[in-house]
Structure formats: C-alpha cells, structure tokens
C-alpha cells in the first residue's frame, strides 16, 4: 500500500508540483506583503515547472491512486495544453490594466489561477467519476473568484454571482446523474461501469436520464447549448486574462473529461480489439452520439448566429468560442479515433488563435479603454500590425487557408466525411460561412472605417509585440507545415486501458 | 423495510423542488438554498443506493457531495456579499447589466 | 529550367511575394519606388509567362499525366506517417502547366501587369493597395499551375482576402456591402468545394512509391485515374448519388466564380464597386477560375457526372448569355453593363464545355482567353472616361468622337470584339463554341444565338451612346487618352487583333490538351459505364 501510493506520488509529479507552488503562493503572500510583485513569478515559475514535468511524462500510461486517475497520452496532451495556456495567460497578465490596478489582491489572482490550473491537470486524468467531480469543482470554485476578480466593477460581480448560480446548478445536475448511474451500475470507475454495462442489461430510460443529466454537467464546462447562457456574461463581465484562460483551457478540460468519460464507459472494448482500424461498438445500443450530433448542431448554429449581432468583442468571441465549441463536439460524434484525432489538432489550433484574439482585445482596451467594436474604427491605420495580427487571428477562427484554424476545420470535416456523417458536415461547412461575417465586420472597422475621435497612432511596446508573435507564428506555420501537431495529435488519443 | 422506490421517488420529488426552485425563485440565497435542496436529494439517492447494492462507495460519496457543498455555499455567499455592496440587492431580476 | 535552383513554376507565382515584401520595406511616402517596383515584378513576371509561353512543347497534353505536364515541380510538403486508424498523410508541392493552364497563365501575368499600369495614381493608401495587388497576383497564379488539390485549396482563398480589402478600401460608395458580399459567396462556394475535396481524399489511393502501402493523397492527376478510386469508398464507381453529389459541390464552389445564374448577383456589385484596375482583374483573371476549375478538376475527375449534366450546363449557358445580355441592355450605369456583358460572355465558355466535343471546349478555352483581353480592355476604357469625367451614366455622354478620337479608336475594337466581329478574336472563339454545342444540344444552342443579336444591340446602342451624335457642351473641354492609359490598352488591342487574324498561335498551344481532355472524359464516362455495378 505504502509503496504503491510512492509510486503514485512519483507519476504525479506535476500536481504536486501545482500543489505546493499554491501553498507556496498564498504562504509568500502573507509574508511579502510589501512585494506583491514577487508572488505571480513563484506561481508562474510553479506553472512552468508542471508543464516541464507533465512532458517527461510522455508516453508512459498506468493508473494511479489505485485508479482514481490515470497518466496517458490523452491525460498528457491535455495537461500540456492548460499548462501552456496557463504560461501564455501569465504573461498576458504582466500587461493587462486591469490585473496591474489591483495590485494589492495579486495573491489572490495568481494563486487562483494555479489551483484552477491544477484542477484541470486533474480533470484531464480523472476516470472516477468521484475524481471528475471533484476536478470540476475546484477549477469551477477558483473561476468564480477569478470571475469576479475586479470586484469594484458591478459587471465583474455580476458575471461572477451568474457564473456560480449556474456552474453549481449544473453539479447539482450531475451529481444526480452520477447518482443514478452509480444506481444503475454500482461503480463510479468508468472501466467498472464499463464493465458492468457489458455484463448485465440496464433500464435504458434511466440510463438515458442518467446520460443527458452528466452531459448536463460537461455541457456547462464547455459551454454547449443549451447550458450556456453563463458564458457570454462571464466572457464579458470578467477580467480578460481570465476569459482568454476559461475560453481555452477550461474548454479543453472539459472535452477531455467528456471524451474520456463517453469513449471508456460506452464503448465496446472487446469489438475495438478485434479490429486493428479502431471500430467502436456501442454497449446497450446506447446512441449518445446523436444526442451529442443535437447538441453539436444547436452549438454552433446557435453561437454563430448571436455571435453576429454582438457589439461588444469580447460577448462577440465568447459566442464564437461557443460556436467553436459545436465544431469540436462534431469530432466526438465520429466515434473514432480519426475523430478524436481532429479534436485535438483543432484545440492546439484554437490555443493560438483564441488567445492571440483575446489578447488583441486585452491591448486595445488597455489603450483606447473600450471593447466594443465601434472604438476599433480605423485601428487598421493607427496600429497597422495589431491590426494585421487580428486579421490573421479572425481568419484562422473562421477556417481560412493558409492559417491553423483551416487545418483544425480540415481535419475535423475529414473525419466526419470519413464516418459518412455528411449532412453534420455540410452544417459545419455553412456555419463556418456564416462565421466569416462576424468575424468580418471587425475586420471591416478596423480597415474599412475611418477612425472616430483621435487618429494618433496607437504603439506598443516591444515585449508586448514578442508575445503577439509568439501566438502570430504558430498560428501561420502550423497552416502550412501542420506535421507536427497532427503527429502529436495521433499519438495522443491513446487512453489508458483501451486497446 | 422501506423500498428502495419510496427512497428514489422521495429523493426525484426534493431535486425537482430545488431545480425549480434555482430556475424560477429571484432571491439570490433562496436560489443558493435550492441548489442546497439538490444536492443533498443526491445524497438521499447515494445512501439509498449504497443501501440497496450493499456497497460503501455511495456513502463514501456523499461525504464528498457535502463538502462540495459548503464550499460552493462560502464562495456563493461571498460573491452575493461582493455584489450587494455594489448594488445593494440580492435580486437576480435587478442584476442586468448583462445581457444578450 | 531552373533559376538560382528555383523552378519557373515557383518563380512566376512567388515573384509578386518577393515584391510584396520590397513594397512592405519601402516607405509610404515614396509612391514613385512603390509604383516601379510592383511595374518590374508584374514585368518580371509576363516575361516568365512569355518564356513558358514560348518553350511550351505543344505536343504534350498533360490533363492526366505527369508526363504530359511541363515544368513540373514536385517536392514532397508535409508527409505525416501512418498509424492503423489514420492512413499516411501527403502532401505535395506539386506545380505544372499543360495546355489549359498555359492560355491561363499567360492572361494573368498580362492582366496584373495592365492592373498595376491601371493603378498607378490610386489616391488612398497607395502602399497597402500595392501590397494586396501582389498577394492577389500571386494567388490567382498559384491557382492556375498548382496540380496537388490542397494547394489549390490554398491559392483558392489566398485571394479572398486582398480581394476583399481592394474592394472594400478602395471601392466606390456602397464598396462595404460589394466587398462582404463578394466575400461570402465565394466562401460559401469553397467550404461547398472543401467537402467535395475531402471526399475525393479519402476515396483515392496511391501506393506509396517505396514500401508500397497505401496513401491518401491530394494528387490531383491520382484523383482522375479511376483505378485509383478505393472500392467500398464514398466516390468509388460510376454514376452513384455520392458522386453526382460531390461533383455538385464542386460545380457550386466554380459556378460562383463564374458566375453561372443564379449565383451572380454579387459580380454587379463588386465589378461596378471595385476601382478599375480590381475590376480589371476580376473580370480578366477571377471570372476565368471558376471555368477552368471546371475543366481542370470537375471534367476529368468526374467524367460521368459531367456527362449525365452537360445538359443542364448548356440550359445554364443559355441562362448566362441571354439573360446576361438583356440585363446589360437595360443597364445605364456603363461599368454594369460591361459586368452583365461578362456574365453574357462567360455564358459563352459555358455553352462551349457543356458541347463535350473538341471545337467546343476548344472555343470555351480560346473563348477565357479572349474574354479576358477584351472585358480587360472594356473596364479599363470605362475607368478612363469616369477618371475625367466622374460619371458613368451613359445618357450624360455623346459625342465625345470629336473630342476624344484616340479614346473612341481603342474602343472601337474593345467593342467590335466584344460582340464577335470576325477579324477579331472574340469572333473564333464564340464561332468554335457555338459550332461545337449545335452538335451536342441542338435547340439550346440555337436559342443562345439570340444572345449574339442582343450582344451586338446593347454594344451597338452604347458605342452611339457615347460616342456619336450631338456632342454634349459638358465635356467639351475632357483631354483624350494619355500615354499610360494607352501603354495599358494598346497590348491587348493588339492581342486582340492578332489572334483574330491568326488565332493558331494561342490554339496550338491548347489543341493536344483540349483533344486530350475530350477523349478522357468521353471515355472515363464509357468506361465506367461499361463496368458492372
């Protein structure tokens, strides 16, 4: 016992690590309490570390605590991807206005972060459903402070008590959902349910119930409609650096506990190691990928077509980011790793673009003191580049060759024609159009309206450039050169115990 | 012996209480009170669970269930205290300055 | 046929991205440096164009084969190695000419070089407008040498961007609502083709050249051998619901382009918005991709589908020509009617490719060519009487014989070939298409020779209009044309002229492809019929 639990703690370095770094942070904060300044670099330093450790723990794939959570290659890509954008987060928070004016409550802010990034790291390896909940709702309990992080501002607050209401009112959903499962099946490790589901035939009607009650639950993590009405306000409400965080790596968490759970407990195993191409069969013919199909459609459409009567940027990328997430659900309806594969090419993706437009937004605000698409008029001749970045940034979200986001809508319609699904696909197709215009009327203020008010040029300083760069150039490359990301896509849809 | 019915039927009637309750009362702790309701109508169903399947997880769970609660409760409440300073209401319906 | 190790192909599509960046770095202030420098790369690049033109081995088809392709370039871009669930991925960097891409070429070295002489006094922005000219440059002609489908894709979008910003800034009043709209359509065209493309992807095999595994490819010329269609696959057989289906999208995606009716309401607005020199390139160079995606990827990979629907594409040729021309006869804005006359015109190549027969798809060829000197021609003549006289109402014109005589000679062949003169190259190409179509669709062809009388009617009717009669005292004192106006018309009054008078110089260069082309395209569709189902 005493041995496997060191075991344990040896593949668990990166929480740990996350762990401690929160201890540390909230422990210097009391101390230095004259240096504010000191505590964002532990916390970030501590961030920086856990990524470096979840990379050595490439390739290597056993459960731990005797299978609460598992470390795979599917666990891995997602730790990298929260803790990357976790990285990219603390940067941009050395120039947001609105993290710098309240210096003295930056203990709080970065040691939140480190615990919502250390709840993701847990939900991206979590398969008991005990763990996922718990997961959850450490990321959920540290976003709802950070959501209302700017407690002066009566929008922050605000985005903040709508936040909560809704994030518990999907637990609460979920938990019932559990509840039943564990009724139904007498286990809460997804292989237990697993197997159980195999063994013995269950009340399909209950399961069902069960089912839509726990999508409940991850629907809300990942912003899918119908349970998304808290994201637009919580997009808008919040400081930026924490939208830019929720919009990607909370998403990212989300889909990795939702593909995790969905593909584990339903999926054939015996039917997936029969066949070397990966056909997966349904246990109980339970369908849940039409229910998914619904959801993905309604998601998307849905984003889409609000995104198009937004004023406000960052209302106008929450709905594109719920949008976003309709096109990734498509690669789970697939049911295949082709499927998954797609998922993840499209997450690296959006990491790039998604934050590279947020962080567009962050600097312009800091300078012109607004967000709302009027005061972008002309911004294409005050600050030509921020202006060309954008532009690349939008086309990519909107799946234009030559950038990333073509690659991510590539692969994911490549896989849905793959399945046959191709009336999801052509959906997907329409809506990406319909996005274009969204995305376009941006572009349109920025290049095609004169300014309003001053014409002085808008300069940034050169660190504030080098980090554009850093989300510009992927976001470019990787639309021509896509190997890497689609080599490191392939080898990491492999999930502990299956196959 | 009471069924393991009577339990689930109890426990369904108490979570659609609190669900309505979060969806349709303006009181900002009245909803923290439903949400409250829905939980522990979750707890009611893992004990009786366990109960039947003879099986010490759920009760295991319910623990957890509880604390998840009460923290969600502390941030609740702080954020309500946050924002009635702000706005001096727990009114949902005032609360608006968010939307579509 | 290299050049510093790069091949020709390479040179002609990237040497306005060369001239983008040295635009970039030049300053704004220096117009002079910007204006010459995009003259030299434009220049550089019609030379290229002319040395393909004249080292072009005519007998060589190409179409389907790499053999038949010349200046071929092809490098292996991204190569991702196969896991069990998701074959090898490759991609290639693959560029050649054959003789429908040549005709093509050429047109575009000769359009965006005319284009920059069009722009040479543009008022806003002069740098930015430079640097989206060369970007667009470079996409219209990576479109027409590229053979892998990915980078087609590629060089596809790469030009709605600047098309969208050159229409959008520099735009006449309503150049918002144009330039979006434009936008749009083709994108919904292109997500219509990119599904269409993903299909075809997964359908189609090739044997690694090595290992002999299995690869999935983008191959254009691989995607048009039915061999290689995988059995069991989304596109595999003949003459199914999926095939007709994806060649439906693939003709949406082209057919907006076109634009073939009912997909052309946004070419009104963005040609009569758009300055004169994008008009230029858009009625010269854009309108002729989606006619040549036809040819290049619709025929040959979809044999069958082409044939089961050539009716419906000379019913829709018939649409195009006549409708176009009556919508241009009731226009009385100048620059619209030269936009519904290319509608009209473009009905002409359609009428030509749905003939399924060498003199038709001949004359469609020569006819995209030709369609491109001449609509190059017509706008620019429309941007040098608005430059004077800041209206293009034709009611407000008359006359002007007297005071613009060297203006009035060049339009008189831009019309004359307009409406298929003989002794001018409008005259062979319409003459090879309708021939061609009489054999295949009687009575549609028939019907779409009105279009001829209309075209000569409406033409006719403005060459008075503005021309003839009572001078109006208004514009008593406008300068005739100027020596840089000239420089951009006289060659293609000249090109056009010449091929009137000897067309083969431009025909031999595609007649082993067109033949080719038919053959295969005759004989995928028998062969495949004869196939068991």
Not at chain 1, 161 to 177: H, N, P, R
Not at chain 1, 468 to 477: E, G
Not at chain 3, 205 to 219: C, L, M, R
Request: aromatic residues 14%; charged residues 10%; contains cysteine.
């Amino acid at each position: 016992m005493v041995e496997q639990t060191l075991h344990s703690l040896s593949q668990f370095l990166p929480e740990t690590t996350l762990t401690i770094t929160f201890c540390i942070s909230i422990l210097a904060g009391l101390i230095l309490r004259n240096k504010p300044k000191v505590i964002p670099v532990i916390s970030f330093a501590g961030i920086l570390l856990a990524t470096v450790f979840a990379v050595r723990q490439m390739g290597s794939s056993q459960a731990v605590f005797s299978g609460m959570i598992v470390v795979d290659p599917f666990a891995v890509f997602f730790k990298l991807l929260v803790g990357s954008t976790a990285v990219i987060i603390f940067l941009f928070s050395i120039y947001s206005q609105e993290v710098q004016s309240t210096l003295k409550r930056l203990v709080e802010y970065s040691s939140l972060l480190v615990a919502m990034t250390l709840g993701m790291f847990l939900m991206a390896g979590a398969v008991n459903l005990l763990m996922m909940v718990l997961a959850i709702e450490l990321t959920s309990l540290s976003s709802y402070i950070l959501a209302g992080y700017t407690k002066e501002a009566p929008d922050s607050s605000e985005a903040s008590l709508k936040y909560i209401i809704y994030g518990a009112l999907s637990t609460g959903l979920m938990l019932y959902g559990i509840s039943i499962l564990f009724g139904l099946t007498g286990a809460t490790d997804v292989y237990a349910i697993n197997r159980s589901l195999a063994a013995t035939s269950v009340n399909s009607v209950a399961l069902l119930i069960a089912v839509l009650l726990i999508i409940a639950g991850f629907g809300y993590k990942i912003s899918a409609v119908p349970f998304h009405f808290w994201t637009p306000d919580v997009y808008e409400g919040a400081p930026i650096t924490i939208t830019a965080f929720l919009s990607v790596a909370s998403k990212a968490a989300g889909f990795a506990m939702l593909i995790r759970f969905f593909k584990i407990s339903f999926i054939d195993f015996n039917l997936l190691a029969a066949h070397a191409g990966g056909v997966w069969g349904l246990l109980q013919g339970f369908e849940w990928n039409k229910i998914l199909a619904i959801l993905s459609v309604l998601t998307m459409t849905l984003g889409n077509l609000v995104a198009v009567w937004q004023n406000n940027l960052k209302r106008l990328l929450a709905y594109s980011s719920i949008a976003h997430a309709g096109y990734m659900l498509m690669g789970v309806v697939v049911l295949n790793d082709k499927g998954l594969a797609a998922v993840l090419v499209y997450f690296m993706v959006y990491l790039f673009m998604n934050l590279g437009a947020f962080y567009v937004v962050m600097l312009v605000a800091n300078k012109v003191g607004s967000e709302d698409i009027d005061s972008y008029k002309g911004l294409g001749y005050r600050s030509p580049f921020i202006s060309v970045a954008m532009v690349v940034f939008f086309i990519s979200l909107a799946g234009l060759p030559p950038t990333a986001g073509f690659i991510g809508k590539l692969f994911l319609f490549a896989a849905l024609l793959d399945a046959r699904w191709v009336w999801l696909a052509v959906v997907g197709a329409l809506n990406s159009v319909v996005s274009l215009y969204y995305y376009v009327r941006v572009v349109r203020n920025m290049f095609l309206r004169d300014p309003e008010g001053s014409t002085e040029p808008i300069r940034f300083s050169f660190p504030q450039m080098a980090i554009l760069l850093l989300l510009l150039v992927p976001t470019l490359l990787f639309g021509l050169f896509y190997s890497p990301i689609v080599e490191l896509a392939n080898a990491s849809v492999l999930m502990f115990g299956v196959r | 012996m009471v069924e393991i019915q009577s339990y689930l039927i109890l426990s369904a009637i108490t979570f659609i209480i609190g669900v309505v309750g979060v969806l349709a009362r303006r009181n900002a702790i009245i909803v923290f009170m439903s949400i409250e309701l829905m939980l522990n109508s979750v707890n009611l169903t893992l004990v009786a669970f366990s109960a039947y399947l003879g099986d010490t997880t759920g009760q295991m769970l319910v623990f957890f269930v509880m604390t998840v609660a009460a923290a969600e409760a502390a941030v609740g409440l702080a954020i309500v205290i946050a924002l009635f300073r702000n706005k001096q209401t727990v009114n949902i319906d005032d609360i608006n300055i968010l939307k579509w | 046929m290299n050049f510093l190790g790069i091949g020709t192909l390479s040179w002609i599509t990237f040497l306005p991205i060369l001239g983008m960046i040295a635009v970039l770095l030049l300053p704004k202030e220096n117009r002079n440096a910007i204006r010459w420098t995009a003259l030299a790369i434009t220049f550089l690049q019609l030379v290229a164009a002319a040395f393909i033109f004249f080292n072009f081995n005519r007998g060589l088809a190409g179409i389907n084969t790499v053999e038949g392709m010349q200046f071929v370039e092809k490098v292996s871009w991204i190569n991702i190695k196969g896991v069990p669930w998701f074959g090898k991925i490759y991609v290639e960097y693959f560029l050649g000419v054959d003789g429908l891409s040549v005709p093509m070429v050429l047109l575009t070295a000769l359009i965006s070089f005319v284009a920059v002489i069009a722009s040479w006094n543009i008022e806003k922005a002069f740098k930015g407008y430079m640097v989206m000219l060369l970007l667009l440059d470079t996409g219209m002609m990576g479109v027409f040498v590229s053979l892998d489908f990915f980078l087609f894709y590629v060089f596809w979008e790469v030009m709605l961007l600047p098309m969208y910003f050159l229409i959008g800034i520099w735009g006449g009043p309503r150049r918002e609502y144009a330039a979006i709209k434009f936008f749009l359509y083709t994108l919904l065209g292109s997500v219509l083709m990119l599904l269409a493309i993903i299909a075809l992807y997964f359908s189609v095999t090739i044997p690694d050249p090595t290992t002999g595994e299995k690869i999935y490819t983008f191959n254009m010329l691989a995607m048009m051998n039915p061999a290689n269609f995988e059995p069991g696959s989304l596109l595999a057989g003949t003459s199914t619901y999926w095939r007709y289906l994806a060649y439906i999208a693939l003709f949406i995606g082209f057919a907006i382009k076109v634009p073939v009716f009912p997909f052309h309401t946004w070419l009104p607005d963005a040609h009569v918005e758009a300055p004169t020199a994008i008009s230029v390139i858009l009625a010269g160079v854009l309108l002729k991709m989606g006619t040549y995606g036809l040819l290049r990827i619709g025929y040959p990979m979809f044999p069958d589908a082409a044939n089961h629907y050539s009716w419906a594409l000379a019913v829709l040729a018939f649409i195009n020509i006549v409708y176009g021309a009556l919508c241009a006869m009731a226009q009385k804005d100048f620059k619209k009617l030269i936009a519904y006359s290319s509608v009209s015109h473009m009905g002409v190549v359609l009428l030509g490719m749905s003939a399924m027969n060498t003199q038709g798809m001949l004359g469609a060829v020569f006819q995209m060519f030709n369609h491109g000197t001449i609509t190059a021609m017509l706008f620019l003549i429309v941007g040098v009487i608005y430059d004077r006289a800041h209206t293009r109402d034709l009611d407000a014109f008359g006359g002007l014989a007297i005071t613009m005589p060297k203006y009035t000679g060049i339009m008189t062949v831009a019309f004359f070939a307009a409406l298929g003169l003989p002794g001018l190259s409008g005259f062979i190409s319409e003459a090879f298409s309708f021939l061609g179509a009489f054999q295949t669709h009687r009575y549609i062809t028939i019907a779409s020779t009105l279009g001829i009388v209309l075209t000569a009617a409406y033409m006719l009717w403005t060459l008075q209009r503005v021309f003839l009669g009572q001078p109006n005292e208004k514009w008593a004192g406008l300068p005739d044309i100027n020596g840089r106006e000239l420089a951009a018309l006289v060659p293609l009054a000249i090109i056009t002229l010449w091929l009137g008078v000897y067309p083969s110089t431009m025909l031999d260069i595609m007649t082993t492809s067109v033949n080719h082309l038919v053959e295969f395209v005759k004989q995928g569709g028998a062969a495949v019929a004869m196939l068991p189902k």
